[in-house]
Each structure stands twice: as C-alpha cells, then as structure tokens.
C-alpha cells in the first residue's frame, strides 16, 4: 500500500502520475518545513530540550512525517549539521595552496558563525560527552564532511609541487581544520580583523614543512 505525506499520492494520481509502489512519497515542501522547524525548535529550547513531538507541532505536521525521513532527532539534527560542516562542499581549486585555504577557511568560518551552528554543535559537544552513540555520529559527521575537501587540497597541492608526494593526510586534516574550529566553536569569539589570511599563510607553511 502506497502512503504518503499530505496528500502527495492524491496529487499524483490527478497529474496523471503513478506513486512508486509501497513507497512513501515524501513531498519536498514538508521537509523543507520540517528543517526550518528544526532550527527554530535547536533556537528556542536547544538539543537537550528539542522533541520530535515540538519539531512536528512547529511544522504543523504529523511525528510520522518526521519518522519517514529521519530515525530519531539525533540523526535529523546531524543532517542539519553535516550541511553547516561543509559537507558536499566542492574542493577549492583557485591555483595554489594558500588560495585554496583561504577560500576554505572563509566558507567554513561563514558556517560556523550560523546562528544554529554556534548554538547546535556545542550542544551536540555536550551530549557527546555523556552518549557514545552521538560521540560517533558527531565526530563521523564533521569529520567526513571535513576530510574530503582536506584530501581534494591536498592531493592538487601535491600535483602542483607545492607539497611532497607521500604527506601525511591525517596531520595535514589536523593542521588546516584544528585551528579555525578552536576559535569559532570552543573560543566562540570575533576573529580579528586579518585573521584568516594569516591563518592560510601559517598553515601552508605548517603543512610544507611535514
């Protein structure tokens, strides 16, 4: 039996279109609703507090709505997360180590000033200290997100000449994501005016160095 949000198969049917077959046809208006109703609740009550019951009511829809997309609230705030990691991001390319950094450092520090990210990811910090489970999701999450544009500026670096063939990939992550997330997510205070430049320079000059 097919099911679906609203009245999703209904609408189908009147354009003349077939639902897939004991599929749920999830309308994209809802989910959209659904996320914005997210940072609302992440705004209002934080992590801890926040509930798939508050999220739904916010939505002005069903908790089924929500289940059909997301396992536990944990997971729909990790998708959110993963988006205000840089997840997806393309890999810079402006044509040279320190070009590309800044450009990275700039997008990631954009994300990381978001209202809910400076709110949600010290919450999830927090949870992670007392839950195994949102540690690993967590750390998974913003470390995948992390690790392939990392990898994608280093191996052009690599192609270039501009580092050594064989570099650690591992330290280099650590070095060119370490210090930003320091001072946007554990510090939490205005970067001074510069700091970005200064941070590509330093950095390239760190990871030529290893």
Do not use: C
Not at 19 to 32: C, I, Q
Not at 35 to 58: C, D, K, P, Q
Not at 99 to 113: I, P
Not at 122 to 134: G, H, M, S, T, V
């Amino acid at each position: 039996m097919t099911t679906s949000d609203g009245g999703a198969g209904r609408t189908a049917r009147q354009q003349g279109k077939r639902a897939p077959a004991g599929a749920a046809v999830l309308r994209e208006d809802v989910t959209e609703a659904i996320r914005t109703a997210v940072f609302e609740e992440l705004a209002a009550v934080g992590y801890a507090r926040m509930s798939i019951e508050g999220i739904a009511r916010r939505a002005g829809v069903g908790k089924t709505a929500v289940y059909r997309r997301w396992r536990s609230k944990l997971h729909l705030v990790l998708d959110l997360v993963s988006a205000l990691a840089v997840q997806g991001l393309p890999t810079p390319d402006t044509g040279s180590l320190e070009g590309d950094l800044r450009l990275l450092y700039e997008v990631t520090s954009r994300a990381l000033r978001h209202p809910v990210a400076s709110q949600v990811i010290p919450d999830l910090q927090a949870e992670a200290a007392r839950n195994p489970e949102i540690e690993a999701a967590l750390q998974k999450t913003l470390r995948e997100g992390q690790h392939g544009v990392a990898s994608g500026i280093v191996a052009q670096a690599v192609a270039r000449g501009e580092l050594r063939e064989g570099v650690n990939e591992e330290l280099a992550l650590d070095l060119m994501s370490g210090p930003l997330y320091w001072r946007a997510v554990v510090v939490r205070g205005e970067l001074p005016k510069g700091y970005l430049g200064v941070l590509a320079t330093a950095t390239t000059a760190a990871l030529k160095a290893l």
